[in-house]
């Protein structure tokens, strides 16, 4: 395809959220939040009382669920799973979780890849997750593999979260992290890791906007 795609993927905490929304809203590219869609997949499973242990179940479910992201005022795009305005409960670490177990089995992961690649529209598209450089993009002209140390990565996480009254222990998420890492290294499906041509940025320790910079400047200046 002519419509350039740039990939951001990263572990979870290494603010490649926050980075990719920020550079698509610069470039004026679509964004796609592709941990949303397993995320929602989680939603939907809890709803339905979908077994997370169930293949074949969580392969119709994934199937069935429609996923919808609507822009918002504040910039961070509402999700809906079904028609409902499931933004809050994507978010929490349960939903989280459940999108990491479903995220291992290979029949979802084949239903989300078309619709994944459906965002690439003009005049571009600026694709988050683990991988979209890899796997559903291996042909998209940027590729940037985002990291941070864990220690920071769970220092963000707390931070957020007593941002919004959550009382949770710096070291049981710092756990939590290491655990979320290796089992999205170690899966034997689409295994987190940097494409061969993917550059690597380490955000520890950099300001948002610097990091924002930094991915801005391996576009050509004329995007
Ligand atoms: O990025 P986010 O934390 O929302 O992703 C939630 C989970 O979905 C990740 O832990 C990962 O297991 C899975 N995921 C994935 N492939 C993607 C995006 C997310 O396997 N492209």
Not at 57 to 78: I, Y
Not at 160 to 185: M, P, Y
């Amino acid at each position: 395809s002519m419509i350039p795609v740039l990939t951001i993927d990263g572990p979870s905490g290494s603010g490649k959220g926050t980075i990719s929304r920020l550079v698509a809203a610069r470039l004026g590219w679509h964004f796609l939040d592709s941990g949303a869609l397993y995320r929602a997949v989680g939603v939907a499973a809890g709803w339905e009382d979908v077994d997370l242990a169930d293949p074949d179940a969580l392969q119709r479910l994934a199937e069935r669920t429609v996923v919808g992201f609507r822009d918002s005022p504040d910039g961070e795009p509402r999700v809906l799973v079904d028609g409902v305005d499931a933004t809050d409960e994507l978010r929490t670490e349960t939903a989280g979780a459940a999108a990491s177990a479903i995220a291992a089995n290979p029949g979802v992961r084949a239903v989300l890849v078309e619709r994944q690649r459906a965002f690439r529209r003009a005049p571009g598209l600026v694709a988050d997750g683990r991988d979209m450089g890899t796997v559903i993009f291996p042909d998209a002209p940027y590729k940037v593999f985002l990291t941070a140390g864990a220690e920071e990565r769970a220092r963000r996480r707390h931070k957020q979260l007593s941002e919004k009254g959550l009382e949770v222990t710096l070291d049981s998420l710092l756990r939590e992290i290491l655990a979320r890492d290796a089992r999205d290294a170690q899966r034997s499906v689409a295994p987190l890791k940097p494409a061969e041509d993917a550059v690597t940025v380490d955000s520890t320790g950099v300001p948002i906007d610097a990091v924002v910079e930094r991915v801005l400047s391996l576009l050509p200046d004329s995007l």
